[in-house]
């Protein structure tokens, strides 16, 4: 866990609101958070179009942004400055969201004094991480705010060091039909899961992705397939709310944009990626912190988690398309005999990827529920977030999951048949 002087102290997920606060939701900062170069401002009016969200960005296949309504009045622009936003990406698509849409979420902002945030379940850094973010930004705003995720509701070992989750609630003290909603880092309504009800219910859903596979959910969407991570876009966003960026702030986004950059070694890692990522040192991060937390460590038992499912580990040389494809199990006895919690599971296919003779690699996860969590990782010759997306989830090209029931062999069928669609191979040819 972090040293107590490096980040601010937080209360357990589902703490008792402050004095004074309505109960069930997160108070309004009271003061401005001294970490952060400049402490925090008065956010200040919206920002006048033409400090530009970078440049054209998407996927094939995204709906573009929604743009209906009408513009609203803006002013002078935030405390800070425009930096170059990351971006853009090699691979062509639609537009990133309008200036319109970023107007009219910072306009339902503004004018709503309670705003629930919610992320997908089973949260990873950049959903937890952006939406806690978020969460401290909106409350230097002054706004009440509170944030959650569907069952199973327990924030994941490697990501409590993360500041803000004072903000956290059980899905079930979440309102149930919020003034304004605001959706992060999920592809689809039913990645809310419990929450998903909820959002239907919202007077007003923001929702802010990357994911490719997104399915067009949402009154305002903040969608940008492109963007490295959800972070990006929630950094954004704060930037047009005029907040200035805090360590603890800083901190989630960090988390958000290594854990979805692979530590800055995938290809969405851009010059612009490092700009950002650099504006989040200058305000405070400490990267060797956020680092030892997400990759490097672990209890014991995990080593001998990880010993069992690399062992039986499975190489098909003629799959994805003559590419290659390596793939392995965890079994919940597995962690049950090691006492290893399921959210430790993570790191596995990263050890497994690195398999030289083969382009995808595999990992089956039983939870506890007795199904297959599959995820799903590709060197970049093969699109896994199509396949995966056929076969009911989604995720990215190069990086993409699904949930299924059934014998992890029969599954490892399905997904090798899905790998085999046409366009889900490029060659050189």
């Avoid at 999920?186 to 990357?210: N, Y």
């Avoid at 989630?252 to 990522?277: I, Q």
């Avoid at 989604?394 to 992890?408: D, L, N, Q, S, V």
């Amino acid at each position: 866990m972090n040293d107590p002087a490096e980040t601010a102290t937080h209360a357990e997920p589902g703490g008792l609101p402050e004095p004074g606060a309505r109960p069930g939701w997160g108070a309004p900062a009271r003061t401005a958070t001294p970490p952060g170069p400049g402490g925090l401002t008065d956010p200040g009016p919206l920002l006048r179009p033409g400090a530009m969200y970078g440049s054209a960005m998407s996927e094939p296949g995204v709906p573009p942004a929604a743009t209906p309504g009408t513009a609203f009045e803006v002013g002078v622009p935030p405390a800070q400055p425009p930096a170059s936003r990351p971006g853009p990406s090699a691979e062509p698509g639609g537009p990133p969201p309008a200036e319109l849409d970023w107007d009219r979420a910072v306009e339902l902002i503004r004018r709503t004094d309670e705003i629930c945030l919610a992320c997908h379940v089973s949260p990873d850094g950049d959903a937890l991480g952006s939406m806690l973010a978020l969460g401290r930004a909106l409350r230097a705003c002054g706004k009440r705010c509170l944030a959650s995720f569907g069952e199973p509701f327990g924030v994941p070992a490697i990501l409590r060091f993360l500041p803000g989750q004072e903000l956290l609630v059980e899905p079930a003290r979440v309102p149930r039909a919020p003034e304004l909603m605001i959706s992060l880092d999920a592809a689809g309504r039913a990645r809310l899961g419990s929450l998903a009800a909820t959002a239907d219910r919202a007077g007003a859903l923001i929702v802010i992705d990357h994911h490719a596979s997104n399915t067009g959910f949402g009154g305002v969407r903040l969608v940008d397939p492109a963007a490295a991570a959800t972070a990006v876009l929630v950094e954004e966003l704060i930037r047009r709310l005029g907040v200035p960026l805090d360590r603890d702030i800083a901190q989630g986004l960090y988390a958000g944009l290594a854990s979805d950059t692979g530590s800055f070694k995938y290809p969405c890692t851009t010059p612009e990626v490092h700009d950002l990522a650099g504006r989040l040192l200058t305000a405070g991060v400490r990267p060797e912190t956020v680092s030892r937390e997400l990759w490097d460590r672990a209890p014991f038992g995990y080593l001998q988690v990880l010993a069992s499912a690399l062992s039986r580990a499975r190489l098909e040389r003629d799959a994805a398309g003559g590419l290659g494809l390596v793939w392995t199990t965890v079994t919940r006895s597995d962690r049950d005999a090691r006492d290893v919690p399921y959210d430790q599971l993570e790191g596995v296919i990263d050890q497994l990827r690195r398999t030289d003779e083969a382009e995808v690699a595999v990992v089956c996860k039983e939870n506890d529920r007795g199904e297959w969590y599959v995820s799903t990782r590709s060197k970049g010759s093969v699109d896994v977030g199509r396949a995966c997306v056929e076969l009911g989830g989604g995720g990215h090209r190069t990086a993409a999951a699904f949930t299924m029931g059934g014998e992890p062999a029969w599954i490892i069928d399905r997904l090798r048949a899905a790998l085999r669609v046409p366009g889900g191979v490029e060659t050189d040819d």
